[in-house]
């Protein structure tokens, strides 16, 4: 069964890091270009970082340049965010995306709320 399956969202304070991951199976992980986007309440999905499937990575949303960090597993098949510096704008449900040729595959989204 193909899918992604993110964990690692929470409640954290302002200035707290978390790490998200995403684990990948049914498909075979390396051969996919990995991405992390997320979606604020009432806001449109927009991409956050993303890793090729060459372990390159992407041009950072300015919003997280500096306190983000995508990574990738591939002896576990699994993305990784780790984000620092939290501020409140970057609560939102984060989501995993996994893309190569015409596929296209999303993971259920991890809630991130950055409170004090």
């Known amino acids: 069964q193909v899918q992604l399956v993110e964990s690692g969202g929470g409640l954290v304070q302002p200035g707290g890091s978390l790490r998200l991951s995403c684990a990948a199976s049914?498909?075979?992980?390396?051969?996919?270009?990995m991405y992390w986007y997320r979606q604020a309440p009432g806001k449109e999905r927009e991409l956050v970082a993303g890793?090729?499937?060459?372990?390159?990575?992407?041009n950072y949303a300015d919003s997280v340049k500096g306190r983000f960090t995508i990574s990738r597993d591939y002896a576990k098949n699994t993305l990784y965010l780790q984000m620092d510096s939290l501020k409140p704008e970057d609560t939102a449900v984060y989501f995993c995306?996994?893309?190569?040729?015409?596929?296209?595959?999303w993971g259920k989204g991890t809630l991130v709320t950055v409170s004090s």
């Open positions: 049914g498909f075979t992980f390396g051969a996919y270009d």
């Open positions: 995306n996994a893309r190569r040729l015409i596929q296209n595959i």
């Open positions: 890793i090729f499937s060459a372990g390159d990575r992407l």
